[in-house]
């Protein structure tokens, strides 16, 4: 077996946030959100696509933040995201 790429990541985030996910990875990253398989969908959390950055995010009762492991994401003009950040 050669693994030649990752598919996707799958994060935790806590129940009801939904509308936090949206606003980091859509509006601030422009990762558009693409609609969960209608058998997963009842779980909550969202998936977001573009190309080959796939990250989905799925709810996890009992959530707490990871301590150390994180998603790296690269991006073409940091210093424009950071003022878009800002403002």
Avoid: C, N
Avoid at 38 to 43: F, I, S
């Amino acid at each position: 077996m050669a693994i030649v790429g990752i598919e996707h990541v799958q994060l935790a985030m806590p129940a009801g946030r939904e509308a936090d996910a949206r606003e980091f990875y859509s509006l601030l990253h422009g990762i558009p959100e693409i609609p969960k398989p209608p058998r997963l969908a009842h779980r909550g959390g969202a998936w977001f696509e573009s190309g080959p950055v796939k990250i989905h995010l799925g709810v996890e009762t009992d959530f707490r933040p990871a301590r150390k492991a994180h998603p790296a994401l690269l991006v073409r003009d940091l210093a424009a995201l950071s003022v878009q950040k800002a403002r």
